[in-house]
């Protein structure tokens, strides 16, 4: 079974000596509970898995019960160690407050249940996270799968990667385009809004919130006003309750905000937001057009493109600490400025052969960035920029 780079992390810390509850924090249908029992089958002491996925009622009582399952399980083996793993932990109420308590009595009586925590929904699980267990968790993010991912598990070339996606459990289904299709709607888009969005946070406009996904979807890579977008939905409401949403489409891991590159970080976070999905899937599962079709489409595969190297970066960005911005003035701009450790990087993406270069010589001439760098055939070609990290760069 393919395991990703991610599994020897949290192995690694697993066996690590007790100090912090592990968190793996993702969107849904990237791997997280695979992961997960990889890890259980491969440390080297007993382990225990449950899943609050269903879960109606009783949600401290059956997290009691799992920790003292452990506790029992430990004692019994005499093991050194002993690893509960508790699945879907944000769909418990008040988890935060009942993992705080067993694992400080834990740490009271020298107890050494490890715990490793994982849900979908990583804004829950980080206001639970900071509310109750500040200094005892450290945060490990499992976004959707890269294209050295994909192309190693399932051999999936770069075209096929930029069409379908980094979904693992839909790579067997790619030869039937329409049940493709079907199971990226029905499994991740609809399952992502209604129960990681909808039944866990209260939002007044769940048909707007569902608008505003499509319209992002539709417009990945361009950059729309709030005031703007509200026409284009038909929407009433405020501008305030459409970037809320946005945040939590962003959380969910299906469509971010990116804001706009300034040196002036109220001007940046006043700035209309640039579409950015967080994983092309989304966009091919709600086009008519065929993967074969959209091919011989220049300029809609190129925006496609695009939205693949914005996936890539905004992905990276939670994992290797760089931040995401675009840039334009008047008629310049620059499709991705990456920022980390106070240098800055310009990105621009070509899928054509030729590309102008005027946005890119104005960024430079104005920020003096640590580079510049032309993704496409007259520069870093795309396969390469897609199997590295990003971060890598600075």
Partial sequence: MYQRPLFQLIKTRMV??????????GPRQVGKTTLVTQVMKQVPFPAHYATADG??????????????????????NSSVSFL??????????NWSETIKREWDADSLNGIPVKVLLSGSSRLLLQQGLSESLTGRFEMIYAGHWSF????SAFDINLNQYIWFGGYPGSAGIMDDEVRWKQ?????????????????????????????????GCSYSGQVFSYTKMLGQLVASGNTTTLSHYLELLSQAGLLAGIEKFSLNETRQRSSSPKFQIFNTALISAQRYESYTELLNQPAQWGRLVESAVGAHLVNHALTDRIEVNYWRDRNDEVDFVIQ????????????????????????????????ILLIGKTGMPLNEFLKINPGDLF
């Fill in 55 to 76: 879960l109606v009622t009783g949600g401290s009582v059956w997290i009691k019960e799992q920790w003292d399952f452990a506790r029992i399980r430990q004692e019994q």
């Fill in 340 to 371: 980390k450790n106070g240098k800055v990087i310009g990105l621009e993406v070509s899928s054509g052969e030729g590309h102008k270069r005027k946005g890119m010589d104005a960024f430079q001439k104005r920020f003096q960035p640590h580079r």
């Fill in 84 to 93: 509960l793993i508790l699945d879907e932990i944000q769909k418990v109420e």
């Fill in 148 to 151: 050295s991912e994909m192309h």
């Fill in 183 to 215: 199971y990226i709607s029905d499994s991740i888009i609809e399952t992502s809004i209604s129960k990681d969005i909808l039944m866990l946070t209260r939002v007044e406009k769940p048909a707007l919130l569902r608008r505003l996904f499509e319209f």
């Fill in 16 to 25: 690590e000596p007790r100090r912090f509850i592990q968190v793996v924090a």
